[in-house]
């Protein structure tokens, strides 16, 4: 049996590897997709059976290899941190399992180009980059492809938050939530600003880096928290991206801006608004907490048709790897050695 063939309407059963605080929309997604996920692992037993229980998870395992070999199912959420990455894609390729894959790929581009190769064609592969299907940015997408704006000549994107700002008696909001950047050497890039390097990419075509430069503002954390990035693209096109995480009277979580000057139009995304600069009073407004599960929803659902119908996945191996080297040379610009 061709194992690329499509599933049609067979059935598909799904096993996800990691029961992090992420783990919670994935599930959710599975649920809403109407795929079983029928066993879940993570290294802390007591966290995956926490999500078994949520969830009625029949299966819970504490080793991946345990998982893998006991089998019965065709799909593997990796939700696990980013070193498990690659070890847990090729255990699934090397037993034809499919791949769904929480971004990053890998830590470094040699890593990613390394694993994409292993896995060639074997197993259907795609990464889990749900930013760009955030229904703020969808509603700049639809906007862009109906011609509102013409064609894009110049982009401009940030984002803003405060989870790095010291907080009375108690460490940093984002330490709390993610307490492996206390020992994490790329922040604000590696973990976040990739989202919007990939946005930027999605709605305005293939960039690269001219110069980029990071600085920390937070105390006592290795990685940086602040960047400012300047890119260029097809035509002339230009475009920055900034950020800060420790940027006092922000909100603890990031909230992001985006403008896109077009030859027609300019489109603004600020925070949860989206209207043509002009027409301020004719624009959308987005409920971002609300819908929230709605990007995931979109990212597994796209996974699931692809999978049935052998359609191309949109944030396939490929495509996201771009998105690393992207990612990967705003270090390299800003001077930052990046250890293979």
Known sequence: MNALAPFGNGPLRVALVGAGMISLYH??????????????????RCRAAGRAAEFGIARVY??????FADGGFDVVDIAASVGAHAPLTRLAADRGVHVMLQKPMTETVAEAETLVSHIGDRVRFMVHENYRFRP???TVRRWIAEGRIG???????????????????????????????TGFRRNLVFETMIHHLDVLRCLCGPLKVVAARLNRLAEGLPGEDTAAILLEGENGFIATADGSICAPGYPQLHGDRLEIIGTKATVVMDYNRVFLVGAEDEGE?????????ECFDTVIASFVEGLRTGAPFETDRLDNLETLR???????????EIQA
């Open 27 to 44: 599930l959710q997604a599975w649920q809403n997709a109407g795929v079983p996920v029928i066993a879940i692992c993570d290294t802390d």
């Open 62 to 67: 504490d080793d991946a290899r345990a998982l």
């Open 136 to 138: 703020h940015y969808m």
């Open 151 to 181: 064609t894009p000549r110049h982009g401009a994107i940030s984002c803003r938050g405060s989870g790095l700002c010291p907080r009375d008696g108690a460490v940093p909001f984002l330490v709390e939530r993610q307490p492996y950047l």
């Open 285 to 293: 407004e987005v409920d971002l907490l609300g819908r929230y599960q």
């Open 326 to 336: 992207l990612m990967e040379s705003v270090y390299r610009a800003a001077g930052v």
